[in-house]
């Protein structure tokens, strides 16, 4: 399929170059992926973030313009998209239908890597009748999933598979060298507000041998299963929002299990459950305003007194055994230091804890992981395939995150740019036309699964 | 203090009597009180219902005006306020502001027996310059514990003894003769939503032993503890909504304990507690389509197959001891029949559930009680005062839960329509006036508290 008529073709691309929005923790590899792209095509990069410093770090080792920007300052905003043939953003999701309508006004595509939600979705008409691609989640999870996942099960399918059952896990983690001293074996290499609130959005939506399973937040990561991965060794695996979402963009209507999980390291969810259930990750109810330490909160949930530890606590009321208190004082939840904020939520105190002892120091390596275990009938016989994915980051700034989560966001914009796509309205890419494209190249990349089938019946 | 002002005195008695707004299950005894009142004063007395039959019931035996009202109809609504001198509403609180808003247009008193929330409290000036009482929280609890703990700690404070702690616990509860088959020995004698419900409006808030609490509400059933009650036995008490914001209200600024609870029957509460973690009370998430019976919905949440007992798999994960399976198999968790509508949210199926196995059946009688436990120090000696309420309903209509919420508003609405009112606004009754008005006449009619003082040092 071409672009609709010549003559908007020639509407669209009127635009001189890229605009990302964004120079955070997960834009260098996609910049730098840019900087290339657009010095072979003679396109302008222009590179906007609220902090100077931030553009900094890209301008002196890149060539790009570098523009700050209050991205809630929709003129401003509006000023840059105007001309541009592509609007790249690593904004928070909430931005994005707001940009992706200004993108529609001046006739740019537009791409992220987050969650098509209704507001976005309800602008496919009008960007599809624009001949506009507004390509979304191309990121790692969700992106790097649908591209694998989808080139699975297309070729079990075109080889006569039927498929049976459908898991797919993933999770951003610190690689095990880089992480030895802390008992939670987890450090942030992305957004850590939804690394406090998981799950919160409401139940968690799975099929699991035919039953349908509706999971409470409250005791999403007491259900947390083991999960074994071929060549990784066991990790904690718990359900990530709907799955059942993927019902019709996988095709999977008659499969006995749809589960999308979210991983971490062993014994990391027993242990955030007690957080859960304690209430240190609420961030509904308001907080008394003397709450004004960590050790504030803690005596306020568990009704500690100052003077007895929260390990203490913890054990008298059997939340966990001896040998895991260790996890706990890790966090020095017991300090009496004042905050260096008024906190409104539970989840805001507890997120400071975590930004200062669960960062990634000078030196240390993310590890991302990702495992899709896939059941399926063919020539009479239940087969399984694994198919796993393990990339370690090069350090504190150059994540395996940052990499996987630009890398396939930056190449399908090339694709986009490259005016052959065949698809146009707001995608999610799941067809051949895009795992084609990027997976090869990213394991040139070296963003590579390995795949394994066997037997099972 | 008088009216402010002959003319506006005027102003506010051209009413022509008292609009009572629903006649539903807490209606009977403040009509018959209404009917007897305006039979004496010769005011007339006007009724409202949704339904025709609810106001049959009434107008059967008592001397009123029933008009049939859908309340949503504010035009309806306003041509029935014009003109009155006082409007009682047994609405939905929810529904207040705006009621209260057309009396303030049209010079009529207010009252009911719900919380005063912000928006009631905005209307406060104009209602106090209109020299109208908007009178509030005067119904079981709040509104008979306002009366009867301000008169127990006014009594104190006036004796020269300095209050040191307060709890004051309140259940609408049934007989336990009349509960002896139910495991859970509760049944509804008042809004069955609110009890599926409780807790679930943000954390629950107290002080105890001078550490302030923040318990989170999927944690509040487990935190509940066993209270004795002389005379009464053992009760599970929970703590209910915010204690702190009685603070100023009852003066209480240098108390070391600061808690209001909630009274079930013993063992309610850690029962209940497993229904809340499995997800059965959520209000929020939205179940999947394919839930359209109970056991969809254990299935759903609890991930058993459809051929083992709920109480099976309760026991095998360690949520309640044998004895307990009795508790949950009296609700049928594990029906297949098909529910008679389409749910929605997991609270809606379980309150369905319990609507019909927590119903009054003809012959029932309610309880209510009401306990404050009032620690203080007086001629340098640590002292505590027990002051408990025990009310029998007559049967599954009149019940104590009618009469220990319709009788005190009756009356405070008695003494607002005396002309001697001491007060004009937004009011919450905690001052000599109300309780001085309305105790004594609510213990001659058997509502009535046993009090005693022991020290404790």
Redesign the interface.
Known sequence: MKWPGSARLQEVFVGNGILVLGAGRSSRFLLKQFAEFCGKTGRILTVCDASQQELDKHTACLSLEGKVLDASDSAALEQLIEGKEMVVSLLPPLMHPAIAALCLKHKAHFASASYVGDAMRALNFEAHSSGLVFLNELGLDPGIDHLSAMRAMDEIRESGGEITSFESYCGGLVSEAHCADNPWKYKFSWNPRSVVLAGQG??S?FR?NH??????W??LFA?AKTLSIPGLGEFDAYANRDS?SYTSLYRLDEVSTLLRGTLRRENYCKNWQVLV???FT?A?????V??CSVN?LC???T?K?SNQLLSGWLIENNWIRLEQTAWFDFLNLESKQALGFKPNK?SEVLESVLLDKWKLMPGDCDEVVMYHRIGFVKDGRKQQLHSVLSVTGEDEMHTAMAKTVGLPLALGVELVLSGNCPETGVIIPVSKYWYNGILPLLEQMGIRFAEHTEFSD
């Open positions: 409401g139940n939506l699991q039953q349908l399973r509706s999971v409470p409250h005791r259900e059942l259930e304690l209430g609420d509904q109810s308001t907080l008394p003397s709450v504030d005596c306020a949930l009704g007194g539970a």
